[in-house]
């Protein structure tokens, strides 16, 4: 009868079952060495075993590589992409696995990716394989060809609705700085495809735009724009250079720490002394209130 359950187990993940289980499941260690020893179990990685009899395949392998991570592990990188079949990427000789917090990273035959954060949205399950969604993988390989080549994978899983350009364009905007040093092709691509496209800090600041855009303000500020000042070249979040009035996102994101917050200030200390008015604004600020900064900064444009 307890043989049935742990069937029944397997069989819902590619015929395999982990050393947790056998024991949550009342299997004893020496039941396990006897199953082992048999060949009843065969092992296949550490705390890993595949039931007598279960064919092989992709999938199994994918699968035993993220159960044995035992940490917070999904398929990622190249082998997410070939799990989903994005043109191009087959699957490599080692095991890909974005790993986040204190999971195992020292593997045979497993490629690991450390993160500190792994936001829910960006993973799902593909096959009952713990995976990073389509969005997510095709961002995290964005560098491995060239943007027009890239741009052909990211058209083909548009086409088969692989890939939602909404869930894409939201996911690049809360993909942790680790994950975006290679992220340029994305930028072009969706610029691309996006006319007026500009990767903000967080989705907030692209909100900012939205509502001056809905109000009517003309001229729009320049995003992300580069202020030269006192020897140092500073990026602000918004800026219109004629009326030399700047809008910066407070609090979001890598903003919210003492330290940062204490450069923030020295900043907009600077850009003060040069001339420049800054605007602080929340996710609490008001559209009214972002309007009529809006209104200010544009009164006196030529």
Not at 1 to 19: C, E, F, P, S, Y
Not at 20 to 36: C, T
Not at 94 to 111: A, H, P, S, V, Y
Request: glycine share 8%; charged share 25%; proline share 6%.
């Amino acid at each position: 009868m307890l043989w049935n359950v742990i069937d029944a187990t397997g069989r819902k993940q590619h015929g395999l079952i982990t050393h947790a289980q056998l024991r949550d499941l009342g299997l004893s260690e020496a039941s396990i060495w006897r199953a082992v020893r048999s060949g009843r179990l065969v092992r296949v990685r550490t705390g890993v075993y595949r039931l007598a009899g279960t064919p092989l395949s992709q999938e199994q392998a994918w699968l035993a590589a993220v159960l044995s991570a035992r940490g917070d592990a999904v398929l990622s990188h190249r082998s997410a992409a070939a799990a989903w079949r994005l043109r191009h990427f087959d699957a490599p000789d080692r095991i890909d696995l974005l790993i986040e917090g204190e999971g195992r990273t020292r593997m045979i035959g497993i490629r690991p990716h450390r993160t500190l954060a792994l936001p829910t949205p960006h993973r799902t399950r593909l096959h009952r394989i713990p995976i990073t969604t389509a969005e997510r993988t095709l961002i995290d390989v964005c560098g491995v060809y060239p943007t027009r080549q890239t741009g052909r994978i990211l058209d083909d899983a548009l086409r088969r609705k692989t890939i939602s350009l909404p869930r894409l364009v939201r996911t690049f905007e809360t993909v942790p700085v680790s994950g975006r040093r290679k992220s340029g092709p994305m930028t072009r691509l969706l610029r691309e495809r996006l006319p007026g496209f500009n990767p903000g800090g967080s989705a907030a600041e692209l909100d900012v735009m939205a509502i001056l855009r809905r109000a009517g303000i003309r001229p729009l500020p320049e995003q992300q724009f580069r202020i030269r000042i006192e020897g140092r070249t500073y990026k602000v979040d918004y800026c219109w250079p004629d009326t030399r009035h700047v809008i910066e996102f407070d609090g979001a994101g890598g903003h919210d720490t003492v330290s940062a917050r204490h450069d923030d200030r020295d900043r907009w200390r600077r850009l003060q002394r040069a001339g420049y008015t800054v605007w602080p604004v929340t996710e609490e600020t008001s559209e009214g209130e972002i309007i009529a900064i809006g209104v200010l900064a544009t009164s006196n444009s030529p």
